[in-house]
């Protein structure tokens, strides 16, 4: 009786055993078998969000008919042991993946990244709006968010020109704040990076003086090679005591009352901004300047110019003399006037 008892025990063992091989061997099959995606459809968009479960997740596939057997796809992911690894974010699953593969998609965080551009000479609330209205970017800041993050940040007075345009790449969900702290200390390097290697006998007190004529320069050019020549303009005027005199820091003093032309009398009207009225930089810098920018500003082009007039096509005429100076303003911007063109550095 006892030996049949443990015969028929061990006969139990062993079906159960070989059950188990023959269930591990068909998840085993299971896991590289390509999921099954609609007709005609070469990837889904697909999202999973903060706390999301290993069975929601399959779940979800499931209801977008990418899976068949989501419970199958649970106890693949729990037996090998990556059901609590899943990461939240943006996917793009490619037709044709395995299960194996879409597991691994998930517990490796092959998350989408989504970029934004902040555009050199953009001011920062042109900056701000355009990353309030971003689709993959979350908590938008308002006027208030936005002090307290200058607070954070210890930035005193106009917070224009401290945050560093660039191309930022960023999961689904990241915040507005969380890019402009990395422009701001983005800003931060690359300024102090420019400003060791300037060079000698420049008219500035400070770094921060450099990122204010960076942002001028910034407005003014057209062209690229253009750069160091604009900045030797505004450099040699400086070292002998002239106003400025550029158009786009007039613009920038008007704000929302400037609708897209000047008169003479807003090149009169007193504003701290106003480089026709004032002596010297604007408080601060007029909009977002980027590396060139800074270069130019801290390793302006020697010469003798003093004057420059837009051209019409983004270009500068430079001048050395008033009268050549005048000379050009009839030419370019009197006789052959176009509705492109560009601000200039007036007379004295």
């Known amino acids: 009786m006892l030996k049949k008892f443990l015969f028929a025990l061990v ?11 023959i269930l591990w061997k068909a998840l085993d099959w299971y896991g590289d078998q390509p999921v099954v995606a609609p007709d005609s459809v070469d990837s889904l968009e697909f999202t ?12 979800s596939l499931a209801e977008l008919g990418w899976l068949q057997h989501p419970q199958v796809l649970v106890i693949l992911a729990r037996v090998e042991k990556v059901a609590g690894g899943i990461h939240a974010g943006d ?15 998930f517990t490796s965080g092959q998350v989408r990244y989504y970029n934004v551009t902040l555009v050199e000479g ?20 308002d006027d208030q968010a936005m002090q307290t993050l200058y607070k954070s940040l210890e930035i005193e007075g106009n917070p224009e020109g401290r945050f560093y345009p660039d191309t930022y790449f960023f999961q689904a969900d990241a915040s507005v704040e969380s890019i402009l702290r990395r422009a701001y200390k983005r800003m931060s390097s690359v300024l102090s990076e420019e400003w060791q290697k300037r060079s000698e006998g420049l008219p500035y007190k400070s770094a921060y003086e450099a990122l204010i004529m960076a942002s001028l320069v910034e407005k003014e ?26 158009d786009p820091t007039v613009i920038y003093g008007l704000g929302e009352r400037y609708k897209g032309n000047i008169s003479r009398r807003m090149l009169r009207e007193p ?78």
Do not use: C
């Open 91 to 105: 996917y793009l699953i490619p037709a044709g993946v395995t299960h194996r593969e879409l597991l691994n998609i």
């Open 221 to 246: 050019t057209g062209v690229a090679y253009e750069r160091g020549e604009i900045a030797g303009v505004f450099v040699r005027r400086l070292r002998k005591g002239m106003r400025l005199q550029t």
């Open 11 to 21: 006969g139990l063992l062993l079906t159960g055993l070989l059950a188990v091989v």
């Open 271 to 348: 504003t701290p901004y106003n480089t026709y009225v004032i002596s010297g930089l604007p408080p601060s810098p007029i909009a977002l300047a980027g590396r060139e920018a800074i270069h130019a500003a801290l390793h302006p082009k020697d010469g003798k110019s003093l004057y420059f007039v837009a051209k019409g096509d983004g270009t500068h005429y430079f001048s050395k003399t008033l009268v050549e100076h005048n000379r050009a303003v009839r030419k370019y911007q009197i006789e052959q006037r176009r509705e492109d063109y560009r601000s200039t550095v007036e007379t004295q």
């Open 48 to 59: 999973i969000s903060q706390g999301e479960s290993m069975t929601r997740v399959a779940d």
């Open 122 to 141: 953009h001011t920062l609330k042109e900056v701000v709006a355009v990353l309030n209205k971003h689709e993959k970017l979350s908590s938008p800041l």
